[in-house]
């Protein structure tokens, strides 16, 4: 069984562009969410999709937004990127049902903001 | 509001010997989840093991084993015959649940700061 898929592992952009990642969750699952990692301010919720909808939301800027797909993947967009942005972005993906046991990570994008 | 603390930054252990990784947390909320995640320098985060707040038993998974502690508000993650390959940040995480509808799974979950565990040979 595949894992969860994150693409691109590393990207350098620069200030005031966008960028888009993107998050392939393990089959059957169809909560995705997102994190981003910092030394400063360590693991941080971004947001949370499931079946399309975006169920919850971390305390970011407008800039940071998302969508996820009718087959689950997940997208996160990043506009006018602030050298603050560079990070580890891990997205996370979880089943959805009654219990909430197990949320399986990516091995996340890096992104360099110069 | 939710916090999960973890008090120890760096941790060392020798190969062979059990380590402790100590988590507290707290909530308001009677039903949570408890995660403990490994993350080696590669940056992916590995699921170790879970522990739900009716769960009666402390979680095993393998050499990690959950000492949970509900009255103290405490989640250790034990590993016992610690291996080179262990050597990694750990981060205990707790599951907040936000939607509790039909399915109640809307969630996030909130890190601790980590734990860096070196093993010796």
């Known amino acids: 069984k595949a894992g969860v898929t994150q693409t691109p592992r590393y990207l350098i952009k620069t200030r005031g562009q966008q960028v888009t990642l993107s998050c392939s969750p393990i089959s059957g699952h169809r909560s995705v969410s997102w994190y981003q990692q910092t030394p400063g301010q360590g693991l941080q919720f971004l947001f949370e999709y499931f079946s399309e909808t975006q169920r919850n939301k971390g305390n970011f800027p407008g800039r940071f937004s998302g969508r996820q797909f009718s087959n689950s993947r997940s997208e996160m967009n990043v506009s006018t990127l602030e050298l603050g942005d560079s990070a580890l972005y891990l997205c996370?993906?979880?089943?959805?049902?009654?219990?909430?046991?197990?949320?399986?990570f990516g091995q996340g994008t890096r992104l360099t903001v110069v | 509001a939710q916090k999960i603390t973890q008090t120890q930054p760096g941790m060392f252990v020798q190969e062979k010997e059990a380590v402790t990784l100590d988590c507290t947390y707290d909530?308001?909320?009677?039903?949570?989840?408890l995660f403990w995640y490994k993350q080696p320098s590669s940056g992916e985060m590995i699921f170790l093991i879970y522990q739900g707040s009716y769960d009666q038993q402390n979680a095993t998974e393998g050499r990690y084993s959950l000492n949970f502690q509900k009255a103290r508000k405490s989640a250790n993650l034990v590993i016992s015959a610690s291996q080179l390959g262990d050597s990694a940040m750990y981060f205990c995480?707790?599951?907040?649940?936000?939607?509790?509808?039909?399915?109640?799974?809307?969630?996030?979950?909130?890190f601790g700061q980590g734990t860096e565990l070196s093993v010796k040979p």
């Open positions: 996370a993906s979880s089943l959805a049902g009654v219990t909430y046991t197990e949320a399986f």
């Open positions: 909530t308001s909320d009677p039903s949570y989840g």
């Open positions: 995480a707790m599951r907040e649940d936000t939607d509790k509808g039909e399915y109640n799974q809307g969630g996030k979950l909130i």
